[in-house]
């Protein structure tokens, strides 16, 4: 089953010094090459900074748009990895590995199968 780990962290007032953000990057490039040996590595990504965010309603036919996150959080989204394991039991012991779980938190999610008649696939 696919299960998307979203992972979130509060927004940092002040940069990390250079040496700090080496040995972050660095934890992720371990947990990345740890999940894609694994065999369970489908996708992710890292995002821009939540200042970047456009959102998006439509109420009545009008379209409206405004800058920012979706909803006002201490926490803001900023990047996912999606996983096939076997069961929530498998993916949670992943999640609990991505550096950022160990002052933020990852949301784990399973991706909803669309049923066959919703499908857009031939």
Do not use: N
């Not at 940092?12 to 040496?19: N, R």
């Not at 394991?85 to 949301?107: F, N, Q, R």
Request: a negative charge; hydrophobic letters at 40%; proline letters at 5%.
């Amino acid at each position: 089953m696919q299960y998307a780990l979203l992972i979130y962290s509060e927004p940092t007032a002040e940069p990390l010094s250079d040496e700090a953000t080496a040995a972050y990057m660095k934890a992720y490039q371990q947990f990345t090459e740890e999940v894609i040996a694994a065999g369970v590595m489908q996708g992710g990504e890292a995002l821009e900074e939540v200042s970047t965010a456009t959102t998006v309603r439509v109420r009545d036919d009008d379209v409206i748009t405004s800058d920012g996150p979706f909803a006002e959080t201490k926490e803001v989204l900023g990047g996912f990895y999606l996983l096939d394991c076997a069961d929530l039991d498998e993916v949670l012991g992943w999640a609990a590995k991505i550096p950022t779980a160990k002052h933020g938190s990852v949301e784990v999610r399973p991706v909803w199968s669309v049923p066959e008649e919703y499908s857009t696939e031939s």
